[in-house]
């Protein structure tokens, strides 16, 4: 009786496999993997100038030594405008600064200026000035489309946008013990006053999901 249930269930499993085999397809010929196609290999960029590391420190002409060691013993708007002046541009109108922000981002105990200027409705200049050794000096400067500004242990955050209108770029500055350095590069939720903190409907995605 065990012999004649075998012989059975044998003829049903090779109609399965019939069934299964019936059902494929050919979708045509594969398409070749192949490497990525570097255009112009022969051509490399130049080393980056001075000019363009935003955390390289110069000394602000023109404005008085600060024994105190202390920005808030200076005024905010000279510092500014001699800097700009100092590299060959015009003094900025009064109305395009933004207000001081004093915070110590260079760990020496003593509040430091951090200072915006807008270019246009769109570009901002983002200077951060210190007193070292008595004298006032840019530790940050760059330009950029500042969708936000923030500070937290430490760290100077800047926020701008990016083709996806839900997200902001977040770049990190932060004394490394010499000068203020590149921290970290991520990607977040894009607030306004409306939506000041991320939710968790809006994160972003994570590194090789799909957009």
Known sequence: MRHQVLLTVAPLALLA???GVAGLHDDGRARDVQA???LWAD???APRVRDEDPGDQRAVPGVPEVPSGDMKDTDPAAVVSADIVAGDGRPPDPRSVRSPVFHDLTDDGKPDLISAVDLDKRTSELRVYSVRRNVVTR???LRAVLAGVE???G????REPTKDPRYVSVTDYVWDGSRMG???LTLDDYRTPQNP???AASSPPSPGAPA
């Open 17 to 19: 496999g019939c069934a």
């Open 197 to 199: 903190l991320p939710t």
């Open 182 to 184: 590149l921290w970290d």
């Open 151 to 153: 500070l937290a242990a």
């Open 139 to 141: 530790v940050l400067g």
């Open 36 to 38: 990525p196609l570097a």
């Open 43 to 45: 051509r490399t960029p």
């Open 155 to 158: 760290h100077l955050s800047v």
